[in-house]
Nanobody, 119 residues
């Protein structure tokens, strides 16, 4: 069982920055693919970014490419999402995920953290 706890959400003005963190339990964190998803009010949950276990491979949704950066610190069992140049349409609950199986990103989900971007 893997537990994921997100933090770092909040209210920020458009153009501002936030860094989300996700602390994971488990002794083999470096073997987990990690991801971030988000869900805006009235919309379906959508993929934001993912990172490989080693951190050497990352992938982003087109909507955040160039503005968001996913990273991880395997010594701290933590994954981060640095969000810059935030827009009101980035407002959502952001979820951290962990994938233990090959090719799977969403074996486990965190409880989510709210990000609100004001115009």
């Amino acid at each position: 069982q893997v537990q994921l706890v997100e933090s770092g959400g909040g209210l920020v003005q458009a153009g501002g920055s936030l860094r989300l963190s996700c602390a994971a339990s488990g002794r083999t964190f470096s073997s987990y693919a990690m991801g971030w998803f988000r869900q805006a009010p009235g919309k379906e949950r959508e993929f934001v970014a993912r990172i490989s276990g080693s951190g050497g491979s990352t992938y982003y949704a087109d909507s955040v490419k160039g503005r968001f950066t996913i990273s991880r610190d395997n010594a701290k069992n933590t994954v981060y999402l640095q969000m810059n140049s935030l827009k009101p349409e980035d407002t959502a609950v952001y979820y951290c995920t962990a994938g233990l199986r090959l090719g799977v990103l969403t074996d486990y989900w965190g409880q989510g953290t709210q990000v609100t971007v004001s115009s």
